[in-house]
T-cell receptor, first 113, second 117 residues
Framework: EAGVAQSPRYKIIEKRQSVAFWCNPI?????LYWYQQILGQGPKLLIQ????????DSQLPKDRFSAERLKGVDSTLKIQPAKLEDSAVYLC???????????FGEGSWLTVV | AQSVTQLGSHVSVSEGALVLLRCNYS??????LFWYVQYPNQGLQLLLK??????LVKGINGFEAEFKKSETSFHLTKPSAHMSDAAEYFC???????????????FGQGTTLQVKP
């Protein structure tokens, strides 16, 4: 099983402020994902990385969200400016070595007030 | 295109009773199917998965699921519920790419399992 650390775990900000989340998987996972999980819903894919490159960002609101993956390992997700509807859990995930399983981190809880 | 429908947003069972959580999927390609569990304030933990081969798959904590292609279903079961099973359960589907799993999971809305003493 993969280890995926996320920080911060909890964040409360005011609307129009900015926030950044970090994902630190153990090395060796070429494919990394960010998912958004709004309360009461299943997670939705925001962006998929293969090594340093973006494979799919079709669901990422690019006017306010940005993401990057440094050296094919760690990743950051930024929101600027935040809106009330961005309140959600942001989950980082990696694809396992077998290629068939996606492993999730504990998530970063964002509340926008 | 792929989609997942979980029938019943809330399921309540008594401790020791059978657990049945329903999942139906739609996929234009042979699917990979997953069940994840989420405990309060935690991330998603993989319960079990179907990729190829045997259609009855066994997972952790006594859960199992059966892939029924004719019914496009992947229902999750456990013979005897335990209080610790109370959580949110998500069914998910992904497609098959050139290298295997595309990794793009499509989730259902989730089912909250309540276990009564």
């Amino acid at each position: 099983e993969a280890g995926v650390a996320q920080s911060p775990r909890y964040k409360i900000i005011e609307k129009r402020q900015s926030v950044a989340f970090w994902c630190n998987p153990i090395s060796g996972h070429a494919t990394l994902y960010w998912y958004q999980q709004i309360l009461g819903q299943g997670p939705k894919l925001l962006i998929q990385f293969q090594n340093n490159g973006v494979v799919d960002d079709s669901q990422l609101p690019k006017d306010r969200f940005s993401a990057e993956r440094l050296k094919g390992v760690d990743s950051t997700l930024k929101i600027q400016p935040a809106k009330l509807e961005d309140s959600a859990v942001y989950l980082c995930a990696v694809q396992g070595s077998s290629g068939n399983t996606i492993y999730f981190g504990e998530g970063s809880w964002l509340t926008v007030v | 295109a792929q989609s997942v429908t979980q029938l019943g947003s809330h399921v309540s069972v008594s401790e020791g009773a059978l657990v049945l959580l329903r999942c139906n999927y739609s996929s234009s390609v042979p699917p990979y199917l997953f069940w994840y569990v989420q405990y309060p304030n935690q991330g998603l933990q993989l319960l079990l998965k179907y990729t190829t081969g045997a259609t009855l798959v066994k997972g952790i904590n006594g859960f199992e699921a059966e892939f029924k292609k004719s019914e496009t279903s992947f229902h999750l079961t456990k013979p005897s519920a335990h209080m610790s099973d109370a959580a949110e359960y998500f069914c998910a589907v992904s497609g098959r790419g050139l290298g295997g799993n595309t990794g793009k999971l499509i989730f259902g809305q989730g089912t909250t399992l309540q276990v009564k003493p």
